[in-house]
T-cell receptor
């Protein structure tokens, strides 16, 4: 069965500092991997996706993620965090139709 | 292009009642999926509809049902509401040929009293 683990429930970073959010997945075949962001009271916005090919993928808002098959990881990174990045971030895996399995989410706090 | 539209945004119901939530997908998208989001269980897949047929189903009781119309709009129904059904219900649509890429609406916040 597919599963996603986001080890960090909360992360606090200073504005302008770099960010890395961790994601580990379990899936028997080549997974489709996603990062979504959710602001309070809102739906999910797709940041980036990995299907195949280049293991470093670029997304919106300056985010990128790297797929590492050997570590079953798909960590999200941003070189310089802005206060507007404060939100909850979800990693998800898909592979069987339109059914995504989400991690528990990581709440990002940005301090000025 | 308009995004995924969910109505209503907020609902308050009492235990035992039933509720119907609506979702209009992005124009041209034929797949609609529903998710439940709660603080305790996180985001959980309910079901997916494609061309008016349920294609995938999550692990929820039969009180949760859905349907899709010929214009791809979808409704989700929950009968005999329980307190634990209080959640944010999210709808997502996917373009044909790009399965797994899902675009989400803002959700319907259901409170069961």
């Amino acid at each position: 069965a597919q599963s996603v683990t986001q080890p960090d429930i909360h992360i606090t970073v200073s504005e302008g500092a770099s960010l890395e959010l961790r994601c580990n997945y379990s899936y028997g075949a080549t997974p489709y991997l996603f990062w979504y962001v959710q602001s309070p009271g809102q739906g999910l916005q797709l940041l980036l996706k990995y299907f195949s090919g280049d293991t470093l993928v670029q997304g919106i808002k300056g985010f990128e993620a790297e797929f590492k098959r050997s570590q079953s990881s798909f960590n999200l990174r941003k070189p310089s965090v802005h206060w507007s990045d404060a939100a909850e971030y979800f990693c998800a895996v898909g592979g069987g139709g339109n059914k995504l399995v989400f991690g528990a989410g990581t709440i990002l706090r940005v301090k000025s | 292009k308009a995004g995924v539209t969910q109505t209503p945004r907020y609902l308050i119901k009492t235990r035992g009642q039933q509720v119907t939530l609506s979702c209009s997908p992005i124009s041209g998208h034929r797949s609609v999926s529903w998710y439940q989001q709660t603080p305790g269980q996180g985001l959980q897949f309910l079901f997916e509809y494609f061309s008016e047929t349920q294609r995938n189903k999550g692990n929820f009781p039969g009180r949760f049902s859905g349907r899709q119309f010929s214009n791809s709009r979808s409704e989700m129904n929950v009968s005999t509401l329980e307190l634990g059904d209080s959640a944010l219900y999210l709808c997502a649509s996917s373009p044909t040929g790009s399965e797994n890429i899902q675009y989400f609406g803002a959700g319907t916040r259901l409170s069961v009293l």
